[in-house]
């Protein structure tokens, strides 16, 4: 397994577990399930004694190891020198059950109807630009951005309104963007986190073989965790290109007026995406486009910007909801720590901590005292 | 599903109880180099009426029962050495009550150092409690529990002297209260004026009963902080040096660490001194008590003060300090272990001195860290040694040097500090017979069934 040389040295002190200042733990599996096998700590430890066939590969095993939600408040946190690595290990020891074939039947499924029909929801490629219809975007022909929606933007509904919103932004701002329309396919950023190397560097090829054939230099992602594909794994298959998530294009504008913005009255709290924040140090853009609308208060969650408690959505637990469930369950918790805020409003800026967020309110009836709206839904709103 | 897993599943719901294979690897085993020995069950209790049930079932079926808080002694504690129940306690994280001007808190007994820290910061700015440098998982309960020590120890004494109250599940399932609070609402003393019962329970590592709350003394939290590092390569003068620091009464805390690497670190002794005031002038005025009254060694070149590079200072004041950890990983093995003797601050040379040749002898990479308790009545001495879970040689080799610790110290007059089961069993041995009675008739009268961490403390 890659990294094997690494995971005996965890001294399993549990500084992974925690914010920076221990005012709560901040693992999102460890505060769902409370073992110390669910922490960082733990899943080392267990890897390190499956490696060394002193455990077997078990569905309790697969649980501990999937249910990682790869939100690197780990990374964050640890305090030895391999801490930049932890999440890689977590996500090479799935890969080696996904090599062996026997990993939980949601990440089977999962992979499976990414490698059949090229998105998670078994929906049809030819359907996958639906989400435009009514909108003025084009299909990308030469302009100046590629805007890249990925596979959540495209097939589910709320967020298929975010990616209008988005859309329709950029549009009005006066932006020269396209979109691949029908043959844009997934970045592959959850298939890689679930551990299918495999698949995902096929997925990773075929998109860059189709961003440098169609002439694309630059590209604004609508979600973080295609920004994070693009930005950070594309480069060492040969794919360079300038990277931008949509509120940073969308910052600067906002903030020069370039976009003028009306008065929107509202209490506002922002949820940092783990992929923009913790995994892309990108804590400020969000946040300054937030600042820069009239009449919004902007209130901090005790847990933001790096000790950001993650919504559960991440690692592909989305798709597998390994995570969820139970008034532990991540996104319930954070749904909570939105409502300690006072605020009326949780602002994200990924479609689907959206969709996480907007599911635990309604399972802790929340409905007449929080929405979740995207930050460029929030714009929306301001522009009248 | 066993019968035993249902019946506890009934106690604490499904989802927080386990025997599967996972947890019981886990489980099995401390950071340390204590041998491994499962469990046949872990179970999270999240309120006093959950552990009661919890340790009558355990009576009833004569089944072990081991409190875990952190599981961070690293001398195997928690290691069921007799199979069992673990009883992880992490879920019981509550901060009860905060008593301002009477200075203390009332925790749950799964509540951790770290988060009691950042909730006094943020809700009580002005008050503190003794933080240790273990991680900040460290549970307060288990710290009282093991006699540790913390940033406030030389001026207050082991942690577990700063406790105002306790409430403990006994091995009979009842709920005791230990202290003023047994009769009173109010929780500043844990014995006096009344007989202080909290002894049947501190220092036994869970044998006697399971701490469900603790209460514990809350100190002035001055704004400032500050440390500097007196140095000096004669071993023979620290007792000294440290008994004109501790005259001066000016000090939070001292520390003494020696270490090998970096290479200008070598056969020195750095005399970390840690300083707080509430002005400049305050901070001034200690700094100066302390300087003069080490003058008289600086003058005769026997040491001096180093100058601590700004990048050092965070690393230092760090409450905790997280880079006591990473010893774990200088020989990237993910390993140390330290046994931490409390002996007289004058054994300070000859305690140095055996941690060289025991490092030399087996080859190891060591690093010695005391901490004084008291105003110098004694200090806790680490002989701590880094290995590699790797090399299962240099672990075995770390076990022997250790070993070689145990008897040293004991010879020394040292009395050793969360021992181990072997250390446990030496000191029981050396013990006075009178005493060790006594510590037998409450053992056998708190616990006939012997189902509370069996092993630790066996005086039968």
Redesign the interface.
């Known amino acids: 397994m890659k990294y094997e040389e690494i995971v ?8 992974c ?2 914010t920076g ?4 733990f901040n693992c999102p599996s460890y505060r769902k ?5 669910y922490s960082p700590g ?1 899943r080392m ?2 890897i390190h ?1 499956w490696l060394n066939d ?3 590969n ?1 569905s ?2 697969q649980e ?1 190891l999937f249910s990682c939600a790869t939100c690197a408040n780990c990374v964050e946190h640890c ?4 801490s930049e690595d932890l999440v890689n290990i977590f996500i090479a020891a799935r890969e080696e059950m996904v090599n062996k074939g026997i990993i939980p039947p949601e990440v089977r499924d999962f992979l499976k109807n990414i490698n059949i029909s090229g998105n998670p929801y078994k929906e049809p490629a030819n359907e996958r630009a639906k989400w435009a219809d009514g909108t003025s975007i084009q299909t990308y022909d030469g302009q100046d951005y590629l805007f890249y929606i990925g596979c959540v933007g495209s097939y589910d509904e709320r967020a298929k309104k975010i990616a209008r919103a988005v859309g329709n932004i950029l549009i009005k701002a006066g932006l020269s963007i396209g979109i691949l329309g029908n043959r844009e396919q997934c970045d592959g950023n959850e298939v890689r986190a679930l551990g299918e190397m495999g698949l995902f560097q096929h997925l990773a090829e075929q998109n860059i073989a189709l961003f440098k054939e169609l002439g694309i230099k630059k590209i604004i992602t609508l979600d973080p965790h295609a920004f994070n594909a693009f930005k950070k794994d594309y480069p060492d298959l040969e794919g360079k290109f300038e990277i931008y998530h949509y509120t940073q294009i969308l910052a600067p504008l906002i903030q020069s007026k370039k976009i003028p913005l009306k008065e929107y009255k509202a209490s506002v709290t922002y949820h940092d995406p783990c992929y923009l924040g913790r995994h892309n140090e990108e804590y400020d853009a969000p946040r300054k486009i937030l600042e820069a609308i009239p009449g919004v208060d902007l209130i901090e969650m005790d847990q933001s910007r790096e000790n950001a408690f993650c919504c559960g959505g991440g690692g592909g637990n989305f798709f597998t909801d390994i995570l969820g469930g ?1 008034e532990d369950s991540p996104n319930r918790v954070r749904v909570g720590q939105a409502l300690d805020t006072g605020s009326q409003i949780i602002a994200v800026a990924c479609p689907q901590c959206a969709k996480m967020l907007d599911d635990a309110i309604k399972v802790e009836e929340l409905e007449d005292k929080l929405e979740v709206l995207d930050i460029a839904e929030i714009v929306t709103r301001a522009l009248g | 599903m066993s019968d035993i897993t249902l019946s506890l599943a009934k106690i604490v719901g499904e989802n927080y109880v386990s025997s599967g294979e996972e947890e019981l690897y886990f489980y099995a085993r401390d950071p340390g180099l204590m041998p491994a020995h499962k469990p046949d069950y872990v179970i999270m209790p999240k309120t006093a009426e959950e552990v009661q049930k919890i340790v009558r079932l355990a009576g009833k079926e004569k089944i072990p029962l081991v409190p875990m808080g952190a599981g961070m002694a690293l001398t195997g504690l928690i290691i069921p050495l007799k199979g069992g129940i673990i009883v992880d306690m992490k879920r019981m994280n509550k901060i009860l009550e905060v008593n301002e001007k009477a200075r203390y808190v009332i925790v749950e007994g799964g509540t951790s150092h770290g988060l009691l820290k950042s909730y006094l910061e943020k809700n009580y700015p002005r008050l503190r409690h003794s933080i240790p440098d273990s991680p900040a998982t460290a549970t307060i309960a288990a710290n009282v529990m093991i006699h540790g020590q913390g940033r406030l120890t030389q001026q207050y004494g082991f942690n577990s002297d700063m406790v105002t109250g306790l409430e403990v599940v006994l091995p009979s399932g009842e709920i005791c209260k230990i202290g003023s609070c047994s009769i009173s609402p109010d929780w500043f003393s844990k014995g006096a004026p009344l007989p202080d019962l909290s002894g049947l329970f501190l220092g036994w590592f869970g044998s006697t009963g399971i701490i469900t709350k603790v209460a514990l003394k809350l100190y002035p939290r001055k704004r400032m902080r500050d440390v500097e590092i007196f140095i000096t390569d004669r071993e023979d003068l620290i007792p000294d040096i440290i008994y004109e620091i501790t005259h001066t009464e000016m000090v939070e805390d001292i520390n003494i660490f020696a270490q090998p690497l970096p290479m200008i670190f070598k056969d020195n002794h750095h005399i970390t001194i840690f300083l707080t005031g509430d002005t400049d002038e305050e901070l001034e005025f200690k700094r100066k008590m302390i300087w003069d009254a080490l003058d008289g060694f600086i003058k005769s070149k026997d040491g001096g003060f180093m100058s601590v590079p700004p990048v050092m200072k965070p690393t230092l004041l760090d409450m905790p300090q997280k880079s006591v950890c990473r010893f774990a990983d200088v020989k990237k093995g993910g390993g140390f272990e330290y046994s931490g003797p409390i002996i007289l601050v004058e054994k300070y040379p000859e305690c140095s001195r055996k941690l060289m040749e025991l490092a030399s002898k087996y080859d190891l990479a060591y690093s010695a860290m005391a901490r004084i308790i008291g105003r110098g009545h004694c200090m806790m001495f680490g002989f701590s040694f880094t290995f590699n879970r790797a090399d299962p040689d240099m672990m075995e080799r770390v076990r022997k040097a250790l070993h070689e610790v145990s008897e040293y110290a004991l010879s020394a007059g040292g009395v050793f500090w969360k021992p181990t089961v072997d250390e446990q069993r030496m000191a029981i041995e050396r013990m006075d017979p009178n005493t060790r009675n006594l510590m037998k008739m409450i053992k056998n009268n708190l616990d006939p069934n012997g189902i509370m961490n069996p092993g630790n403390w066996e005086v039968n």
């Open positions: 005996h040295r965890c001294f399993r002190c549990g500084y577990k925690f200042d221990y005012s709560a399930f409370s073992f110390e096998t733990g430890w267990l004694a002193e455990i077997k078990s309790r095993l501990i305090v030895f020198t391999f139970g």
